[in-house]
């Protein structure tokens, strides 16, 4: 099971959105069975972010103003893969 939510990102993306996706792990072959096409977007970006390191994420949130400007929202999907 991914760890980022892929329906989540397919209907934000389906709709139009830019989306990036924080996670610890991003497996490629992963993500792109889970996306299909969709998962080489450029409205995609893929951020391997531990959230407990400021530094990584600022870096991850910069790189994303750059590219495509103030994010407009934010879902938080954290939760427990037991």
């Not at 991003?26 to 995609?44: D, F, M, Q, T, V």
């Not at 970006?45 to 790189?63: E, K, P, S, W």
Request: a negative charge; glycine letters at 8%; charged letters at 25%.
């Amino acid at each position: 099971m991914a760890n980022w939510a892929p329906k989540y990102v397919q209907a934000l993306h389906t709709r139009g959105a830019k989306v990036a996706v924080f996670a610890q792990n991003i497996n490629e072959e992963r993500r792109e069975k889970a996306l299909g096409e969709c998962s080489h977007s450029p409205r995609l970006a893929f951020y391997q972010v531990d959230i407990t390191d400021g530094d990584i994420v600022n870096r991850a949130l910069d790189d994303i103003e750059q590219k495509w400007g103030t994010p407009d929202g934010l879902v938080n999907n954290a939760g427990i893969d037991t």
